[in-house]
């Protein structure tokens, strides 16, 4: 009994030491000449915790503890190695389960991530914030049915969802156009742009089903889808067409250009697209814009060339041949093209919108042609926020600050969804060297549009502040 009491006793002066050096050896120590262990995850500023984790690896409680703490900071890749290091001893635990797939999704790794999340509801179905990531994470990665399932019961749980309700009738109506209509319909008392995009749609969708042709309906709906910035759901929809009519040429061109906007090469679909329909205006404008943006401005205007001789006086097509021309030097021609569209469509506020883009954009007789031509466009559509948009656009280059803030700001009342509109207040704000108030902005056009030519120079100013 003696011995076995000394023993215990000394034992507990081992782990005395043991916490002593712990101490003296933790870089938070102000013993001088201490040296200090290394982290065994890199972390820009290692949780005190972390040290525990190197004396103590098979107590989980540190790891996670520490990894949670990165997870909070951001630091994801850090907090994703500490939570692996726990990972083998908390297979069971639910919560444990779904930060490590958020740990896995900030890093990248979206397939393993949706796995944790899955196996934590798996554990525990009623962890809502899990629920909530992971038909996020089902979208976002395009597994279309599971997203389904998921916000299905994510609507069980939470029936005024009007973001998932909205999202859900994206799905089906990419799918199944028809059978959306009724949760399109069902958004009418949801947030004003919500509101607007579900009516949009349901309109687009119901027109289309009128003629009764399954491919059309679906390359109409997929059409719609990539105005309302679902590029990848746009895709799935443009798919079901071409299956249903693999030579349906407008449905290639489109879906040419929801891959573009995916970020994924188009090239295949639009040369497809033209092949198969070398006379539709859609097709060969589609193409001719994309050789524009890559550059090649003879390939780009011969196609838009073909595109106006099927369809002459589009404004669409007009903006583009004006851009190409004014490249090239041609600013006569350039100005002709939108002239043209102006002269064939005078009450049409696209068509002076187009006209005052061309001027305004290229920075060209802004006041003797852009400005008035931009107010024609307003005039026509008062409430057409891009109309309201580049009048705004034309006022700040001119210099009237002021009167350009006001347009902006009326254009985001229309539409608070433009991209544009948030970049244009953003600039006219830190001109007026309302710094603080412009960042809010910028950061809106960035989140509008994260990979395309606004976000991409919202991102450049806000990377000055």
């Not at 973001?163 to 990419?174: N, P, S, W």
């Not at 056009?445 to 395309?452: F, K, Q």
Request: with cysteine; glycine share 8%.
């Amino acid at each position: 009994m003696i011995r076995l009491r000394a023993a215990q006793y000394f034992g507990k002066i081992i782990l005395i030491f043991a916490a002593v050096a712990l101490l003296w050896l933790s870089p938070a120590s102000t013993v001088q000449g201490a040296v200090p262990f290394r982290p065994a995850c890199p972390a820009d500023s290692p949780p005190a915790a972390s040290w525990a984790v190197l004396w103590f690896p098979r107590e989980s409680d540190f790891a996670v503890a520490v990894g949670r703490e990165l997870l909070v900071r951001s630091d994801f890749p850090a907090a994703l190695c500490y939570l692996s290091l726990a990972e083998p001893y908390r297979q069971q635990d639910p919560v444990f389960q779904s930060d490590l797939g958020n740990a896995l999704w900030e890093t990248g790794k979206s397939d393993q991530a949706i796995v944790r999340w899955e196996q934590a509801l798996a554990l525990d179905p009623t962890l809502d914030g899990t629920l909530n990531r992971l038909w996020k994470g089902y979208v976002q990665t395009r597994q279309w049915t599971k997203a389904e399932d998921a916000i299905g019961l994510w609507l069980a749980r939470h029936g005024g969802d009007s973001e998932a309700t909205y999202t859900l009738a994206l799905i089906q109506a990419a799918r199944d156009p028809g059978s959306a209509l009724a949760l399109l319909d069902s958004l009418n008392s949801a947030p004003p742009s919500l509101e607007k995009k579900a009516r949009e749609l349901a309109t687009v969708i119901r027109s289309a089903i009128e003629l009764r042709v399954p491919d059309y309906i679906f390359a109409r709906t997929g059409e719609e889808l990539i105005g309302l910035g679902e590029p990848a759901l746009a895709e799935e929809a443009l798919r079901r067409a071409i299956e249903r009519n693999p030579n349906y040429g407008e449905a290639y061109a489109l879906l040419g250009s929801a891959q573009e906007a995916a970020g994924e090469s188009p090239e295949d679909s639009y040369r497809r697209g033209v092949a198969l329909a070398p006379k539709s205006a859609l097709a060969c404008m589609m193409y001719g814009s994309w050789m524009h943006r890559k550059g090649d401005l003879t390939g780009a205007r011969w196609w838009l060339l073909q595109a106006w001789a099927a369809a002459p006086g589009d404004w669409n097509i007009a903006s583009e041949l004006a851009q190409v021309d004014f490249t090239l030097g041609n600013i006569g021609d350039a100005e002709g093209w939108v002239l043209q569209a102006v002269t064939a469509h005078p009450k049409e506020a696209d068509a002076w919108i187009a006209l005052a883009r061309f001027y305004i954009e290229n920075d060209y007789q802004i006041e003797e042609n852009g400005i008035p031509a931009a107010r024609e466009a307003v005039i026509l559509a008062p409430t057409n926020d891009r109309a309201l948009d580049i009048l705004g656009l034309g006022l700040f280059a001119a210099g009237d600050l002021s009167t350009a803030e006001r347009f902006f700001l009326r254009a985001l009342e229309q539409n608070p969804d433009s991209a544009g509109a948030h970049l244009h207040l953003g600039m006219c704000l830190q001109e007026e060297g309302r710094i603080a108030e412009a960042k809010p902005e910028l950061e809106s056009a960035l989140r509008l549009d994260p990979s395309g030519p606004v976000g991409k120079q919202a991102s450049g100013m806000l990377a000055k502040y």
